[in-house]
C-alpha cells in the first residue's frame, strides 16, 4: 500500500506544487465540467497559500479548431468540436477566478495533451531547478493527474498526492485511481491531506 501521510519525512526546500488544470473549461455550465472542482477548491487554495512561487498551475488547451491534432485528437475534437478554441471563449483556457491571484508569483505552463512531460515543456522547467518532490493537486484523477503522477514517477520524483485537492467528473474512477495509487506505488506515492501539508 502507499504511505498515507509524509511517510519519507517531511518536506524539503526542493519542493514544487503542480496545480493541474483548475480551469473555466472544466468549471460549470462547460460541457467538460467537473463538479467537485468546488468542493475541492478550499484545498487547494489551502496548498496554494503555503506555497507562494512554488506554484505551477498546468493549463489544458484544445486543438484550434474541429477535427484538429494527431491520430486519435483528430477524433476527439470532432467529438468535442464546440470545445475548440475557434468555438470557445478563450476565457474558459484561464485558471478559475479564485486561482488567479496566485500568479505571479506562481506560473502557468500550457500543454496540448493530457501529459505535462510528453511536450517537453515541465521536463525543460524543471531540469535546471533542483526541485525534487511534487505536491500534485487538481483534475481530473483519473486523467490529467493520472498523467501528471505517472510521469513524476517514472522520473524519480518524490510524489505527494493531497487527496482532498483532487477531483474527478466521475466518483466511481477517482476512487478506483485512489486505490490504483494506494496499491500499486508502494515507495514511489504519499497520499496526504491538505492539513497534514
Known amino acids: 500500500m502507499a504511505s498515507h501521510g509524509l511517510a519519507h519525512g517531511p518536506l524539503g526546500p526542493n519542493c514544487l506544487h503542480v496545480c493541474v488544470d483548475m480551469q473555466g473549461l472544466f468549471g460549470p455550465g462547460s460541457p467538460w465540467a467537473v463538479p467537485w472542482m468546488q468542493r475541492v477548491l478550499p484545498a487547494i487554495a489551502n496548498v496554494c497559500e503555503r506555497f507562494g512561487p512554488s506554484n505551477l498551475f498546468t493549463r489544458f488547451i484544445p ?45 502557468t505552463l500550457d500543454k496540448r495533451v493530457y501529459s505535462p512531460w510528453t511536450e517537453g ?22 486523467v490529467c493527474v493520472l498523467a501528471t503522477a505517472l510521469g513524476a514517477i517514472d522520473r524519480g520524483y518524490r510524489l505527494i498526492l493531497v487527496e482532498d485537492a483532487l477531483c474527478s467528473s466521475a466518483d466511481d474512477a477517482h476512487d478506483t485511481m485512489m486505490t490504483f495509487y494506494h496499491r500499486r506505488f508502494t515507495e514511489q506515492v504519499e497520499i496526504v491531506e491538505a492539513g497534514e501539508l
Open 63 to 107: 486543438a484550434d479548431q474541429p477535427g484538429a491534432g494527431t491520430g486519435a485528437w483528430a477524433r476527439y475534437y470532432t467529438r468535442w468540436a464546440g470545445m475548440t478554441l475557434s468555438e470557445i471563449n478563450p476565457d474558459l483556457c484561464n485558471l478559475i477566478p479564485a486561482l488567479r491571484r496566485y500568479v505571479p508569483p506562481g506560473r
Open 121 to 142: 515543456h515541465l521536463d525543460a522547467l524543471l531540469r535546471p531547478s533542483g526541485i525534487d518532490t511534487l505536491v500534485i493537486t487538481g483534475g481530473e484523477t483519473d
